[in-house]
């Protein structure tokens, strides 16, 4: 059975999977990843791997499971609380109870992966669920997150310890943002782990002040826009994600002595990739007029003067803290209690849709992050309404998107392969992926569109920083530091055509109204990424719950081809298997029938990726095509007639009104016709 690990996606659940070099044997987790070392340490202790094979000294030894509750039972006056985890099991939310609302300089825990460790440490620590568990309920229930404490709580308390109060609070208060604390050796003897303090220079290198944003956008600076609050005058409460958290500022109390008013906000910061924020706070204050179901709304920009350069750099922003949670949590619970009602989902259904209509035909953009989690609810369900957040534009996971984007994006995936790890494709393979995309980027650039529907972020300020030879396209992906591009740092977006990614949001707005009116938490259970407290029993498109219209409407959104089938690799409590005999377009069966199987997963995969490349290369290749040919004869015929490519459209939907983006699907205005007119007969 294979473990799950950062070699586990890169050989098995990416494309790259295609060119891996791995032997194919099952067991790509351990291999080339053994940053694990030190003989002292957890499992790599010759005692302890004796002890294991000796009955008796088994009885003794730490590494008894038996034993663990002495060394993670919870602490009873622990120094440090932890908030939840991300990159699979590689980073904790810790909070210094020492400290009073400390300010939120997202200071994290860091620890090498599980499949660095031996089997024996990745069992009891955990190891293997905290890979994709998040919240702080559970995560806070695993052996590793008791053990960090633990680790934590000696190197505050001990003499010369490198996290004693002193040191953290001059870390808050002094530190880079985002800096982290390494426990560079998860060793089982708590007073032998080491501690590392990496502070995050290159971080503070790459933020912007808030008037440079305000000045490459082309904004006046007045009191419209939200006020600038520095850092130190926003207290943390507790991380919620990896990029949200519950946070209050400091009010201007005047002359006036006492306590500051505590108002809850969310803060939403990145410790990397912080040009994607950037994009989403230009969107926010500058290319999507404001909604009422865009839930978003930045109250106040927080900045942090920086070590270097005297600039007070933009670390994020504060909105509305949104309680009732998100509609992911909302579905599963309602339906559970037969709460669930016809009229509640076609509401949530028509304001995420009119959501998505405002960002299309207001904002000039798209929004390829439609998934539950970025629907928040304004009050507790059912009553609450729906809205959006998360304007980032960073695109979901992989095989979670519109087949065709998908296409691009395993394209991108391949092209861009991270050079530095041990297990990485050959460089040649990557260049040649780059080709790709810049054809399909090229492609999609002939589409001639009417002046009216040019986007205006198209004329903003569109340069790159450096001027250069190489594509746009891959400069895009590559730049680190924010430059304010007409085009958005989804790559593969940006080689859609306006017609391509209104069609590719109607997708995802199709499989988003699957959830709701199933009332899952997701399109699929065991997502490699994340488990989920409650996850669907349902998989997508299989319908059991939705009445005929419902279904109808849902299968529209998919167009010619139907909805196609997601990953084919799924989680089964903390292993990864391939699904086998999946029926795809299963819609009519009552579920879909495949069986689980993990032998030789690196050389299934292989093959699966090979074949998957292979299909999206066609289909790309005649789309290039057929976008250069539209563009031919629009110039033939320049000034009469549509302007619009619109690949595999059928005649019969797009009839006479005309109301179809590409593929056969139809636009987000004609899908907003159908869920009003569902929503009137309920
Ligand atoms: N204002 C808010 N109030 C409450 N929860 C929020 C708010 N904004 C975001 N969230 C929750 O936090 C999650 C992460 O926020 P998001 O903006 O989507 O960040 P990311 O880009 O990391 O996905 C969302 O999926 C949502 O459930
Ligand atoms: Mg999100």
Redo the contacts with the bound molecule.
């Keep these: 059975m294979m473990d799950l690990s950062f070699e586990a996606i890169h050989d098995v659940i990416h494309p790259t999977a295609a060119f891996s070099q791995g032997s194919g044997d099952g067991d790509g987790g351990r291999s080339s990843t053994s940053s694990y070392a030190g003989s002292k340490d957890c499992g790599d202790d010759d005692e302890h791997h004796n002890s294991i094979d000796d009955d008796a000294g088994w009885t003794q030894s730490q590494l008894n499971p038996k034993n663990r509750i002495d060394s993670l039972a919870p602490m009873s006056q622990p120094l440090w609380r932890i908030d939840g985890s991300a990159g699979f099991g590689t980073q904790f939310y810790a909070y210094p109870l020492f400290l009073d609302g400390p300010p939120p300089m997202h200071i994290d825990v860091f620890v090498h992966e599980g499949a660095s460790y031996p089997a024996v440490v990745r069992e009891l620590l955990d190891l293997d669920v905290s890979f994709h568990t998040k919240d702080a309920g559970r995560v806070r229930r695993l052996g590793i997150a008791q053990h960090i404490l633990r680790i934590l709580h000696w190197h505050t308390t001990k003499e010369d310890g490198s996290l004693r109060q002193g040191v953290v609070k001059n870390l808050y208060n002094n530190g880079p943002f985002g800096s982290r604390i390494v426990i560079d050796n998860l060793s089982c003897h708590i007073h032998e782990s080491r501690i590392a303090i990496s502070p995050n220079y290159p971080l503070e290198n790459d933020l912007i002040s808030y008037q440079e944003l305000i000045r490459m956008w082309g904004l006046v600076d007045d009191e419209s826009l939200p006020p600038e609050v520095s850092i130190d005058r926003v207290h943390l409460v507790r991380q919620?994600?990896?990029?949200?958290s519950e946070v209050y500022v400091d009010n201007d109390v005047g002359d006036q002595p006492g306590e500051p008013e505590r108002t809850i906000v969310?803060l939403?910061s990145l410790t990397s990739g912080v040009k994607y924020m950037y994009q989403e706070i230009r969107a926010l204050l500058k290319d999507i007029p404001r909604h009422e179901y865009i839930?978003?709304k930045p109250l106040h920009i927080v900045t942090k003067q920086c070590l270097f350069g005297r600039k007070r750099g933009v670390i994020g922003f504060t909105?509305?803290?949104?309680k009732a949670?998100?509609l992911r949590d909302a579905l599963p619970l309602l339906r559970v209690h037969g709460r669930l009602h016809r009229a509640d989902q076609l509401r949530w259904a028509r304001q995420i849709t009119e959501a998505m209509c405002h960002v299309w035909h207001e904002g000039h953009s798209f929004y390829p992050d439609l998934r539950l989690?970025?629907v928040?609810l304004t009050a507790p369900a059912p009553e609450g309404d729906a809205g959006l957040?998360?304007f980032?534009q960073?695109g979901v996971w992989s095989s979670f998107s519109a087949p065709e984007v998908d296409y691009v994006e395993n394209v991108r995936l391949v092209a861009f392969d991270d050079q530095d790890f041990d297990f990485a494709i050959p460089e040649d393979v990557c260049r040649e992926f780059k080709k790709k995309l810049v054809l399909c980027y090229d492609a999609a650039m002939t589409e001639k569109t009417d002046a009216s529907t040019t986007p205006a972020v198209q004329s903003g300020n569109s340069k790159l920083k450096t001027p250069s030879k190489r594509p746009l396209i891959l400069r895009l992906e590559e730049e680190v530091k924010y430059s304010n591009p007409a085009l958005s740092y989804n790559v593969s977006w940006s080689c859609l055509t306006k017609t391509e990614q209104e069609a590719a949001m109607v997708y995802m707005l199709g499989r988003l109204m699957w959830c709701i009116f199933e009332g899952m938490s997701a399109p699929h259970h065991g997502a490699i990424w994340q488990s989920y407290s409650r996850e669907p029993e349902l998989e997508f498109p299989t319908f059991q719950h939705s009445c005929p219209e419902q279904k109808a409407l849902v299968l529209r959104c998919f167009g010619d081809a139907g909805a196609k089938e997601q990953s084919r690799f799924v989680r089964w409590k903390s292993k990864l298997y391939m699904k086998q005999g999946v029926k795809a377009n299963s819609s009519t069966s009552p579920s879909p029938m495949y069986e689980l199987v993990s032998d030789d997963l690196v050389g299934k995969a292989r093959l699966y990726w090979k074949e998957q490349l292979d299909e999206g290369e066609a289909w790309l290749q005649h789309r290039n095509e057929q976008l250069h040919m539209a563009a031919v004869s629009h110039d033939a015929s320049c000034g009469e007639g549509s302007t619009k490519m619109v690949d595999g459209i059928d005649p019969s939907t797009a009839s006479k009104t005309n109301e179809v983006s590409a593929h056969g699907r139809p636009t987000l205005n004609q899908v907003l016709k159908w869920v009003k007119e569902l929503e009137s007969q309920v």
């Design positions: 919620l994600h990896d990029s949200i969310v939403k839930l978003s909105m509305p803290f949104l949670g998100s989690d970025n928040v957040v998360d980032e960073r």
